[in-house]
């Protein structure tokens, strides 16, 4: 048993060495990260934004393709207005959402930092 939890020790030791580290690590470098996470996000909705605005020229396309005489039989007019009409709707709500996130991260980094990780 006494070699037993002299183990025990030394690997309890090590492990609040460890801690101690990543602990002083983390203080050190948190300025760097939380730059980093902020710009992550910030690029990541600024692009989901800029797609958001070229999905929708293909939509209004497929949507105006439907009104046009190649597309002469019912189905294939009401499939291209359906289509189109949704998808224009949908990508709209993303540009929205993502329009919001980008203005939450600039205007109030310190909240969405704190919802970010309580959600």
Same mark, same amino acid.
């Given at each position: 048993?006494?070699?037993?939890?002299?183990?025990?020790?030394?690997?309890?030791e090590?492990s609040?060495?460890?801690?101690?580290?990543?602990?002083?690590f983390i203080?050190?470098?948190s300025p760097e *990260?939380?730059?980093?996470?902020?710009?992550?996000? #910030?690029?990541?909705?600024?692009f989901?934004? &800029?797609i958001?605005? %070229?999905? /929708?020229?293909?939509?209004?396309?497929?949507?105006?393709?439907?009104?046009s005489?190649k597309a002469?039989?019912?189905?294939?007019q009401?499939?291209?207005?359906?289509?189109?009409? *949704?998808?224009?709707?949908?990508t709209?709500?993303? #540009?929205?959402d993502?329009?919001?996130?980008i &203005?939450?991260?600039? %205007?109030? /980094?310190k909240?969405?930092?704190?919802?970010?990780?309580?959600?």
């Amino acid at each position: 048993m006494n070699e037993l939890e002299k183990t025990l020790q030394k690997v309890l030791e090590k492990s609040m060495e460890v801690a101690e580290q990543t602990g002083e690590f983390i203080i050190d470098q948190s300025p760097e *990260i939380l730059e980093q996470f902020f710009m992550w996000h #910030l690029v990541s909705h600024i692009f989901g934004f &800029i797609i958001s605005l %070229i999905l /929708p020229i293909g939509f209004v396309w497929l949507f105006k393709f439907g009104f046009s005489e190649k597309a002469e039989e019912n189905d294939t007019q009401v499939i291209s207005w359906m289509l189109g009409g *949704i998808g224009a709707i949908v990508t709209f709500l993303f #540009l929205c959402d993502n329009l919001n996130q980008i &203005i939450f991260i600039s %205007i109030a /980094p310190k909240i969405y930092l704190i919802e970010y990780f309580i959600r």
